[in-house]
């Protein structure tokens, strides 16, 4: 089946705009998980919906930064404002918690260049 | 979440088993062992996770030791496509929780 995919793969833009960026979870995953990794790093937590709602945003650096997932499936990450120290890939997981653990998939993620 | 400990790099030579170590040794009786690998330019690749006991699947064996303080990963014969960032986390059974990953071990397989 499919995995969980992201859009775009590559976004390039300049300091000071606004972006978006898009995950499609695997179907019927209720948890969904959005990472950033820097180069060198491994991916380090911002924000984790289950379902509709974020159950955990501690992870996210500053307000510049929101995540939304309205119906319980796509998300989207937004930065507003952004600033040359956002460049990084943001990666998505999904995963459908049940009996015992649950283990996250990831998406190909989304390499962001703030010039 | 309790901190694992890896080698920083690794090198094996193509066709033998690759064995990568891990130590967990202040992990919590419910925390699994869960290792995931990154080659280069894509999303971490989920392995294998354990608890308690061995297990194998298509792509890995990982042993866990018996007081569970450290375990190892093992890719029975190692293929170029194995070259990888390998992370070894722990990971609590009731899920839901963000995973923790340090820096990982950065295995070369050789020709």
């Known amino acids: 089946g499919a995995g969980v995919s992201q859009t775009p793969s590559n976004k390039v833009t300049e300091k000071g705009k606004y972006v978006e960026l898009r995950c499609d979870p695997i179907?019927?995953?209720?948890?969904l998980y959005w990472y950033r990794q820097s180069l060198g790093q491994g991916p380090e937590f911002l924000i984790y919906?289950?379902?509709?709602?974020?159950?955990?945003d501690s992870g996210l650096p500053n307000d510049r930064f929101f995540a939304v997932r309205p119906e319980g499936s796509v998300s989207t990450l937004k930065i507003q404002r952004t600033e040359r120290g956002d460049s990084a890939v943001y990666l998505c997981?999904?995963?459908?918690?049940?009996?015992?653990?649950?283990?996250?998939?990831f998406g190909p993620g989304t390499r962001l260049t703030v010039l | 979440d309790a901190k694992t400990t890896q080698p920083t790099s690794m090198d094996c030579a193509e066709g033998r088993a690759a064995n990568l170590p891990c130590n967990h040794s202040t992990i919590s009786g419910n925390e699994y062992v869960y290792w995931y690998r990154q080659i280069h330019s894509q999303g971490p690749q989920y392995i294998i996770h354990g608890l308690k006991n061995n297990e194998t699947n298509e792509m890995a064996s990982l042993i866990i030791t018996e007081d569970r303080k450290s375990s190892t990963l093992i890719l029975p014969h190692a293929t170029l496509r194995d070259t990888a960032v390998y992370y070894c986390?722990?990971?609590?059974?009731?899920?839901?929780?963000?995973?923790?990953f340090g820096t990982g071990t950065r295995l070369t397989i050789i020709p």
């Open positions: 986390i722990a990971y609590p059974n009731f899920g839901n929780e963000k995973l923790t």
């Open positions: 919906f289950q379902g509709t709602g974020a159950a955990d």
């Open positions: 997981a999904s995963s459908q918690p049940g009996q015992g653990t649950d283990t996250q998939y």
């Open positions: 179907s019927g995953h209720t948890a």
